[in-house]
């Protein structure tokens, strides 16, 4: 089992930058995926962005350009960098890692951002 911890979420008006984190512990595996979902208000919980253990990434379309993941040398954190954000984006960010071995996920308890207009 592995446990997600997510840290970072803020609110900040609209053009502004947040840096979300997401610790990682427990039994981690070589080859894994972790990224981000956010799910706003009234709707479905939707894929941000991703990057594996050998640090491809992707996107969703809306935040290409404006966001970033990337992980740290130990690979047990990420990090979502989110610039130029708008109104839009307001929702509650989740981790998420996925153990490609044996296809299993895991998630953190979800961070707000919230981005004034």
């Known amino acids: 089992q592995v446990h997600l911890v997510e840290s970072g979420g803020d609110l900040v008006q609209a053009g502004g930058s947040l840096r979300l984190s997401c610790s990682a512990s427990g039994i981690i595996s070589r080859i894994n995926v972790m990224g981000w979902y956010r799910q706003a208000p009234g709707k479905q919980r939707d894929l941000v962005g991703s990057?594996?253990?050998?640090?491809?990434?992707t996107y969703v379309d809306s935040v290409k350009g404006r966001f970033t993941i990337s992980r740290d040398n130990a690979k047990t954190t990420v990090y979502l960098q989110m610039n130029s954000l708008k109104p839009e984006d307001t929702a509650v960010y989740y981790c998420?890692?996925?153990?490609?071995?044996?296809?299993?996920?895991?998630w953190g308890q979800g961070t707000q951002v919230t981005v004034s207009s």
């Open positions: 998420y890692y996925r153990d490609q071995v044996v296809l299993r996920d895991n």
């Open positions: 990057i594996t253990s050998t640090g491809a990434t």
